[in-house]
Nanobody, 125 residues
Framework: QVQLVESGGGLVQAGGSLRLSCAAS????????MGWFRQAPGKEREFVGA????????YYADSVKGRFTISRDNAKNTVYLQMNSLKPEDTAVYYC??????????????????WGQGTQVTVSS
């Protein structure tokens, strides 16, 4: 069992930055592939980025590539999402998720076993 708690959301002006954190419980954090997703009002949940545990390469949605950076600190059981050059279209509830194994592409939400409660990010124009 893994419990995930996001923090760091808030209101920011366009062009600003925020850093989201996701703290995980349990001693097996290092064994999990971690992802970030977001859901805007009236829209489906979408993939933002992922940092698998095995080689810790990072993967991003095209919409955030070059602006967002994912990192993880296995000693602190925490994954981060650094968001720069924020745009109003980045407004959404952001969720972190953990997948023990990837059965498909890293951006497939259905393979993530555990989800946080989400944190609101609002970008004003």
């Amino acid at each position: 069992q893994v419990q995930l708690v996001e923090s760091g959301g808030g209101l920011v002006q366009a062009g600003g930055s925020l850093r989201l954190s996701c703290a995980a419980s349990g001693r097996t954090f290092i064994a999990y592939n971690m992802g970030w997703f977001r859901q805007a009002p009236g829209k489906e949940r979408e993939f933002v980025g992922a940092i698998p545990c095995s080689v810790c390469n990072t993967y991003y949605a095209d919409s955030v590539k070059g602006r967002f950076t994912i990192s993880r600190d296995n000693a602190k059981n925490t994954v981060y999402l650094q968001m720069n050059s924020l745009k109003p279209e980045d407004t959404a509830v952001y969720y972190c998720a953990a997948a023990r194994f990837y059965t498909g592409s890293y951006n497939y939400a259905g393979q993530y076993n555990y989800w946080g409660q989400g944190t609101q990010v609002t970008v004003s124009s």
